[in-house]
Each structure stands twice: as structure tokens, then as C-alpha cells.
């Protein structure tokens, strides 16, 4: 039997995730069960079109609250507001705010990192399962990581790190 993986979330993460899955049980479903028994009703269903977009549809609906479910059944909630770990106060951790010099650059930018399910690269969130941020986990300010991707490897040091309130 395979492990089951964590998801992390922020507190904003999670409510986003269950007011999704709240919407898609309770307003979504019902709306594509209305959909299939009103394409049922105009008659042969083996050359309708509309109750196949129908089950398309409540095909998609379902796979997504699925996931959904085992997402919310299967998270660590972020918090670095809590009693730190010994020494780990002053490195970087999932939910922190840090930001970097790109060495070959010289340019800062500014992510905070978080678990897959919240990423938003463009809008500064950085999934914890990027080269990226692996390779900063548990560094210290000052110190500079190396980072292997798919392109060429490159370097960056951790200006500052801002835990998560």
C-alpha cells in the first residue's frame, strides 16, 4: 500500500478548500442532477447530446470532490506561530516568507513557501516541492544554495526570512 501525502495549507488555503468542496456538494451536484433529468427527459439518450455533457459533466464533479475530500482528509495545517523546533527559528520553513538574491542576476524576489495544493509562483506562493524551495529548506540567512532543475543549476542567498503570523 503506498503512502498517503500530506497536503500543506495555510489557514486561507483551507478555507478555500472547503468552501469548494461545500459549493461543489451542495449547489453544484444538485444543479448537474437537475441538468441530466431534464436532458433525460427530451427522450433517446444514445444520440443525446445534452445528457452526455450532463455526465460529463457530473463525471468532472465528482472526481473533483473526491479529491477534495482525501485533500482534506490528508492536510498539515501551517503554522510557524507555534513553539519553533530547537534552532529552527532562524531557517527557513514551510509558511515562511523569504526572500532571495538570484546570484547570477543579482535580482530579489520575494515567495512565500507553500504545500503544492496553494502554489501560485506569479502571485509569489512557492510550492515546498520545487527545487527552489527544497534546496532553501532549513537554510539559514546568509547562506547561499545551490538549486538543480530542469535548466542549468544556479545559486541563491536567503536575504531574509519572515515567519508566518
Known amino acids: 500500500m503506498s503512502e498517503q501525502k500530506i497536503h500543506y495549507l ?6 478555500k ?12 451536484r444538485e444543479e448537474v442532477k437537475m441538468e441530466l433529468a431534464e436532458a433525460r427527459s427530451l ?4 444520440e443525446n447530446a445534452d445528457y452526455d455533457a450532463a455526465r460529463d ?7 473533483r470532490i473526491l479529491e477534495l475530500e482525501n485533500m482534506l482528509q490528508h492536510y498539515e495545517m501551517i503554522d510557524n506561530t507555534a ?8 531557517v527557513v520553513m514551510i509558511g515562511d516568507t523569504v526572500t532571495l538574491k538570484f ?26 516541492e520545487t527545487p527552489l524551495a527544497q534546496a532553501i529548506i532549513d ?6 544554495k545551490e538549486v538543480t532543475g530542469i535548466a542549468k543549476p ?4 536567503i536575504v531574509s526570512i519572515k515567519k508566518s503570523s
Open 83 to 90: 513553539q519553533p523546533k530547537k534552532g529552527s527559528s532562524k
Open 139 to 144: 537554510a539559514k540567512v546568509g547562506q547561499t
Open 103 to 128: 546570484l547570477d542576476t543579482e535580482e530579489e524576489e520575494t515567495y512565500r513557501i507553500v504545500g503544492s495544493t496553494e502554489a501560485d509562483p506569479l502571485n509569489g506562493k512557492l510550492s515546498n
Open 154 to 157: 544556479y545559486s541563491v542567498k
Open 43 to 46: 427522450g433517446d439518450l444514445s
Open 17 to 28: 478548500l472547503q468552501d469548494e468542496y461545500y459549493n461543489l456538494v451542495h449547489v453544484v
Open 57 to 63: 459533466k457530473q463525471s468532472q464533479v465528482e472526481s
Open 10 to 15: 495555510t489557514e486561507e488555503g483551507l478555507k
